[in-house]
């Protein structure tokens, strides 16, 4: 008999297993390969908090969700329509969490029924049980069983079954299937990869001999070449592409793996990824790179950027060109390592003692995050500033294919001018207009100078004379206005006036876009708008706002319920984009956030659209 | 360090060409107390410039925040005048990015043993090619009157009125402690002809040269250093055919331990004193040390040649 | 012939020398005996760049400037009407700061004009042309030679004599000089005391010889106990009143007197400074008593500050009751170390990577500076949370006298509860309304807790599970909403309600009434409020807000200026309390600052309020 | 350290009374990867801890951040996860003002020694009373795999995948080299009886003591020690009347070095290793020098004896 076909715009699978078992790999692979074969495609890990968390424990489910399309995926949805999962427990995680469909179909290894262990037995069946009072479809597979025809240890092959199981369901193109499956173990002997295919044979085996269904997500034919990677590759990748060649960094999730990339492509494209003893000497190397002629970058996360909070300053008061990429996570303090969050934004403005300006840029995308490096280097060394990046945990280790950057010489910095510095020019000859001024390299004959921290006048001479230090003030400041004259408005999705319009910044654009789509799909005059600068901010924004009779933030930090004990309109804190903009456009803004670990769901997202229509907001 | 030999980026042409004098060297008017040792250390560096004429433009005088860390303003190099305990990180990133540059740091003791320690013990063990010297005065100057790790136990300051609770830190013990070391010396404010050999061991010496200067502070630490600047016998003088041979000092201090500077564990154990003797010379230097620099020197490719391996790395990661 | 005799009821007075030449002994002489007479004093240390500039040197300026007055004195006043001089030069930077009343009468040591150095001769010239200009009543004093005939090196006695000089002028008690001449110099040998009390009888000789005129500033009648002290002795001493008795600290102009003094008290009073040997480790050190049952605190500056980053967001998400007091100085970096400026508050309120709410008060008295230690003891123990202290470098160095504090065995810490904790109870059990929840302390039998920085649950147990971590966040945030409840709204000085309303934070606070009691004088129709509390803020703002027409803030930080190039109302960067005022109250709260690294002067700001009103301002 | 003669604070009455067992001072289930050294580490702590029966809530550790700064969590003590890097100014604070507590401070290499580097050898310095731990497993390892400065020369890391550009730093050199330092011994995560021992003795001494446990990593750095933990042969234990003594260990390795602890000069020389062996056991120990803590621990007035001495402060500022 024929398998009934499902045919849908977009789909989304989730492998879960215990950390060790390798269901990451099993997604990037059935990932890969959808990209590859054309499907829009977003992928999420999901992280464990242990590096090795007992088995068989929910707080340890570790994997991957996958949203495929025919179209562009711009998230990673709302819940799973599929899922692979190797116990009940991790299966249970996901449950609780509420990531599953209500008809989600589940494939769910059954050894633990009949397992040695009576405690594993009864875990099963009140896992089961639990389950039951959703309308889950569960479908038992005995992985363990099968894979153990062709390994010793099950452990090492369920995944690539589980790889099989999907790819047939989804009928992926085999041939792609192997190639990606030897590009993945490439380091690995011939014996691995061969095992590992035929593991991926069995899947579609039992597949095609159990299963009743496909699942048909058609791809969109183009001719556009596309490249696939996560935001941490792509800041890399940016980075490089903008010329930049000296990253100094300190190890720290989720930015770490930014510097994994980079130490094995510095080695072919020449650059160095210097692991400093620590952020505040990371930070200190690159300002020192930068003074000698680079556009240095370091690379974090939240901890790592308190500790770089005083460097920063120094970097802004030299005005030696810094870029600083924050990946932002759980906070505050060490907070949720390996989750989401969007709460870095107020310190990475306003973290320096003193008045420190400096340019604020967030990717949304993970292609933002290759671009954003290019911007951010040419920013940094024509304004001598400062400027962060902000990406997040989300971008960080979500992958999703782009269209293919055409290299451009242009974004390359220049080699360091070694010529004369001009006669009588001085380091901090500051445009009186724009505060801009001339960079002096080391190396430059002529050029000799001392950049201090201290309050200095334009010949980079200490002063403490009040006009000096209120100039220096006065053209650091000016820059940002002449940058900000550059910015264009943000563009609004959706009709230019309405009810209610949606803000946003960095990596929930996607969500929210859906969120806001599917609002005005029930007739709501909802439209949504996503900042990229939020230092200085882009232009337009009162005008665009007087447009809406309401506009609220939708962010991943922190804000108080209206509705809480205590809490009133006045004594509110609100999410940090939300506080920002009323002050810059005095706009009643208000804000929906929600601070759970992971990216915002466009589901959640409509409801708090709704909720701000049925209850009136908060207003 | 000798930087010469490197020359990684073009277009230097137009620098230094004619013989530099010593005013060449000197930029504003030092603002340190008179008789601070400090002028006799800036004077010292001078000297060193000069001798080695070294091209202004291609020397780059990296400090903290302290009465020693004005220093990069009276010269006429470049300078970077940074944060408090952090000359060494700025430094290191000039240096590993620029190996065509020289590159000194000068720290405080404040600067350099309290705040700076990690960043200080790191760099002996980064073994970066360039010259640091700590100006230790046993105080806090620019702060007026702390205690620092190496102010002497008892010594009253501000904060430790009651005298300091602790035996003062030895630099010298703490470098030569650390793996990778490469180079540690000990001289004075007070014996300049002395100083001066010692920047000068310490800039031909390839790796990271750790000087220590005795450094007087008439206004807060008056008579620390006062029992080996009056009485000669108080002194004693590091000699060998491998440390530093400066006849002058050689001629005024009569104590000599012939020591050497190959050796280790003699090193840690003349550096730790004992006798209340202060000793000045060369206690260790090992040039077989890897150099951080070195190993991870930036390969120099055109943008093109860029753009090249970069769409060869976009190609695997193409869809 | 009897002297004229000047009637005043204030007067502004001050001392300038080469660093090293002991003006600032003479001027503290000088406001401690008017204080002690009754008169109402302030006063200012007026500081050098460097440890030791070159003598004769504008750059070098050093001195005090006192003013005293018949009621109470506020602030440091706008130009001083009395200087005693001791080289030209000095008086010279004074002159170009234009600190000097168009009539000052100026003492002024003529030396140099007869000097053996060519040069200090051209110098001296030169510069009485220059001063010549204004019209100023210059009276030359030889106290050089008249000094010599006491000591061997006038360099060390002009300025008591200088200081008799004044006491004549002034009429001040000379038993009072005597006493306090004893009492500064109780640590050096009697000759000394006398030598110096033969040269103050010189200065008085010499006015009594040479001066046509007297200055009456009548002190007020009072028997209420006053005393007086700098705000850094007031912080350290509203610290032992709070029980307070661990210090930790590095040293950082201009906070480190704080430990200077504490370091001299605790010695008597019991308690402990720890110089550590960072700013990261002493906050660390301080955190780690509290942990262990105190309310620690550290006292830092901007540089400080911002090492102390990290581990204020550690604080806040371990609640443990920290104190950290900020002696603001100039920034950004290491900026201006000696001068003042409120720049900071951004940097203390956001300053954390993720949300970490904290309480920021800001003393604007010296009298403030040790009540504030009093109060934020108590909400850092009650609430478990960070209360930042915001002070500068004009509080932490002027000198006022106050009531004498009624010390309170209440506001006194109590010794760390030892007893066993109640059975169930949790170290973060918090409670469901107000977020607060009771401190388990070592020591405390089954209280055993592992505290942490990554999200946990009330048991301190680590977790990742959304809700707990949405929860910890919620709870963290409460107590804020619950310490606002608990605040009145600020006083509003002048009417209730009025065209223009001057918003001012911390050491301003005399010199913006002053301005506004003199606006008011003109007939304009101003008010002030003055804001002690910025987080939470103070309730009832925008109702405050809503009775004026004009709103505007008065700071000492950077704003851009409006008809400046480029700077738009879209762009301009604003003071930072008024960006937290537009962001809270959504009013269009206008600035006004001024950033010359010394304290506001009344006449400046009386401008700034006069331009409000002839341009219309800035709306 | 040994904190029971101290009693600063009232009120402890109910605490522990009857005897107690490993399991009354195990908390939650250890979270690290089978294998893992920091397994044996916490057998080890909680056998000291039943040895000297010390009350559950008069003892505190503290950790900074990595898979063995987890530690705290699972002894039911009191503990304080702080910052990476940061333990050692947390448990100074701690027994500085609370002589009557016994403190630990755990920390992984990178913790200690990378960022934390600057806290550690001021504490050797400070010499407070407290046992550092320090776990090493030359790796990164909560971070997944990347080059600490323990890492040895050559072994290849996430961030360093031509291999680790420099020589392992030696943490007992570098502790040895600190002036004030007062104990310093070390042992492995596979010789648990000797490292039980080891903490015993670090227990005991007042002072500083830091202890440097050799662990693996089976995740990431699996064979760094094998050559030790399969061949006795590769190790040489230090043996002396004033060391430690621990017949287990004494049986199994058969190279013995005779060491007196007292001897700094040599301490040094035998940290040095030099021949590829790894050696075990207590390298140095001296009991005289000054602790911070003692120096400075706090008076102890009631709040009306307080304002007695307050009133007094402000009678001097009375006008
Ligand atoms: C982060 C930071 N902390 C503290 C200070 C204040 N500070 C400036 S110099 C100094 C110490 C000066 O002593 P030292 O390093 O020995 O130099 P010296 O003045 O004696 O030459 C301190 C604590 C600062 N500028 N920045
Ligand atoms: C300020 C800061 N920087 C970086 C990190 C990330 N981080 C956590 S643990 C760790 C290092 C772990 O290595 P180690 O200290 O050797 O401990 P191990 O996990 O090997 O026991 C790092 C870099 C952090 N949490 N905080
Ligand atoms: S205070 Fe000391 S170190 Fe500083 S300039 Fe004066 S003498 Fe030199
Ligand atoms: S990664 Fe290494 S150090 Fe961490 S728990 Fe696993 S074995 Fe232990
Ligand atoms: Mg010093
Ligand atoms: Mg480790």
Redesign the interface.
């Known amino acids: 008999m024929e398998p009934e076909v499902l045919h849908c715009s977009e789909h989304t699978v989730e492998v879960v297993s215990d950390s060790g078992e390798g269901a990451q790999k099993c997604g990037q692979i059935f990932g890969s390969v959808s990209a590859k074969m054309g499907n829009g495609v977003w992928t999420v890990e999901i992280i464990p908090a242990e590096i090795q968390p007992p088995a068989r424990n929910a707080a340890g489910a570790s994997g991957n969700r996958i949203r495929i399309g025919t179209q562009t995926v711009t998230n990673w949805g709302d819940r799973a329509n599929v899922v692979v999962a190797f116990n009940e427990q991790v299966l249970l995680a996901r449950h609780r969490l509420e990531a599953l469909a209500e008809d989600a179909v589940i494939f769910l290894e059954d050894m633990w029924e009949k397992h040695e262990d009576e405690k594993v037995r009864a875990e099963w069946q009140a896992g089961l049980e639990e389950l039951s009072r959703a309308r889950y479809r569960i479908i038992r597979v005995p992985m363990e069983e099968i894979c153990l025809t062709v390994v010793d240890d099950a452990r090492k092959g369920k995944n690539m079954f589980a790889l099989g199981l999907l790819c047939a369901v989804y009928t992926r193109d085999m041939a792609k299937v192997k190639a990606q499956i030897v590009h993945q173990f490439r380091s690995k002997s011939d014996e691995v990869r061969e095992r590992n295919i035929q593991l991926v044979e069995l899947g579609v085996r039992w597949a095609e001999e159990h299963l009743p269904f496909r699942i048909q997500v058609p791809p969109t034919e183009s001719d556009r070449p596309m490249v696939v990677m996560n935001g941490n590759e792509a800041v890399g990748m940016g980075a490089m592409a903008a010329g930049m060649d000296y990253m100094a960094m300190y190890p720290i999730t989720p930015a770490t793996s930014v510097s994994h990339y980079l130490a094995e492509a510095f080695h072919k494209a020449g650059g160095v990824v210097h692991q400093a003893e620590d952020e505040i000497a990371a930070v200190g190397c690159a300002i020192g790179a930068s003074f000698a002629g680079k556009v240095a970058f370091t690379v974090t996360s939240g901890p790592g950027l308190a500790l770089k909070t005083e460097f920063i300053g120094l970097a802004t008061m030299t005005e030696t060109p810094l870029v600083v990429v924050d990946v932002q996570r759980g906070g505050p303090s060490t907070g949720l390592p390996t989750k989401v969050e969007q709460a870095d934004l107020l310190a990475a403005l306003f973290g320096q003692p003193g008045d420190a300006p400096k340019v604020i840029i967030a990717p949304a995308t993970i292609e933002e995050c290759f671009h954003s490096m290019i911007t951010a280097r040419r920013i940094a060394e024509a304004f001598r500033c400062v400027v962060m990046v902000l990406t997040d945990a989300n971008l960080a280790t979500g992958v999703q294919p782009f269209p293919r950057p055409k290299l451009d010489p242009r974004w390359q910095a220049r080699q360091p001018d070694q010529g004369p510095v001009p006669k009588d020019t001085r380091p901090y000859e500051w445009d009186a207009r724009s505060g801009l001024s001339r960079r002096f390299i080391p190396g430059q004959p002529e050029g000799m100078f001392v950049a201090t921290g201290l309050s200095h006048d334009e010949a980079s001479r200490v002063s403490y004379v009040a006009a000096t230090n209120a100039l220096g003030l006065k053209m650091r400041s000016r820059k940002m206005a002449v940058l900000s004259e550059t910015l264009k408005p943000p563009e609004v999705r959706g009709d230019r006036s309405g009810d209610l319009l949606v803000v946003g910044w960095g990596s929930t654009k996607g969500a929210i876009e859906e969120a806001v789509d599917r609002a005005r799909a029930k007739g709501l005059k909802v439209s949504s708008t996503h900042l990229t600068f939020l230092a200085p901010m882009q232009p337009g924004l009162k005008e665009i706002f007087s447009r809406f009779k309401k506009v609220m933030t939708v962010e991943i930090n922190h804000s108080d319920e209206l509705n809480d004990p205590f809490v009133t309109k006045e004594n509110r804190r609100l999410s940090q984009l939300c506080w920002l903009l009323r002050a810059h456009t005095l706009v009643d803004v208000d804000c929906w956030s929600r601070c759970f670990g992971e990216p915002l769901r466009p589901d959640h997202i409509f409801g708090g659209i709704e909720r701000m229509f049925t209850k009136g907001g908060q207003r | 360090m000798s930087g010469s030999q490197f020359s990684l ?4 042409v ?3 060409e004619r013989h530099l004098t010593i005013e060449d060297y000197s ?3 030092p ?4 008789g ?1 040792g400090d002028h006799s250390a800036l004077g010292a560096m001078q000297r060193l410039l000069e001798s080695e004429q070294l091209k ?3 020397t ?3 400090s903290g ?1 302290g ?1 020693s860390s004005r220093f ?2 009276y010269l ?11 000359a ?11 190996p ?2 020289n590159v000194f740091a000068i720290m405080g003791d ?1 600067d350099c043993c ?6 200080w ?2 760099a002996v ?3 970066v090619d360039m010259v640091a010297m700590l100006l230790d005065n046993n105080i ?5 009157n ?2 620092s ?1 190496t102010t002497p ?1 008892g010594h009253k300051s ?5 005298g300091s ?6 630099p010298l ?8 070391c490469s180079f540690v010396a000990q001289t004075s404010d007070w014996t300049p002809a002395h100083l001066f050999q010692t920047l000068k061991a310490a800039f031909h010496h390839k790796g990271f040269s750790f000087v220590r200067v005795l450094q007087r502070c008439p ?1 807060f630490t008056a008579g620390i250093y006062q029992d080996a600047v009056r009485h000669p016998d108080n002194v004693e003088l590091l000699t060998h055919s491998a440390g530093i041979c400066e006849p002058e000092a050689e001629g005024l201090y009569k104590n000599h331990i012939s020591h050497d500077p190959s050796d ?2 003699e090193a ?2 003349l550096a ?1 004193g004992g006798n209340g003797k202060f000793r000045l010379g060369l206690f260790f230097r090992d040039e077989s040390r ?1 150099r ?1 620099n070195e ?2 020197a ?4 055109t ?2 040649e ?2 090249e ?6 190609d695997r ?3």
Chains 1, 3 share one sequence.
């Not at chain 2, 309290?114 to 960043?119: A, D, E, P, V």
């Not at chain 2, 501000?158 to 009651?162: A, D, K, R």
Request: glycine letters at 10%.
């Open positions: 980026l073009d277009g230097d137009c620098g230094d930029s504003a008017v603002r340190w107390c008179p601070c202004r433009e291609k780059v005088f990296c925040i009465c990069p303003h006429k190099t470049y300078g970077f005048h940074g944060l408090h305990g952090r060494l990180p700025v430094a290191t990133g000039i240096k590993m990015t620029r065509d540059l404040g309290s705040i700076g320690l990690g960043h013990l790191h063990r980064y073994n806090y100057g620019l702060t007026k702390q205690t790790p136990q501000n904060t430790q009125q009651q609770y602790l035996p003062a830190l030895n013990s703490a470098t030569l402690g650390i793996t990778n206004h280790l564990h840690r154990r730790e890897p951080y190993t991870r930036l390969p120099k490719y943008a093109e860029k753009i391996i970069l769409n060869a790395e976009l990661y193409a869809v």
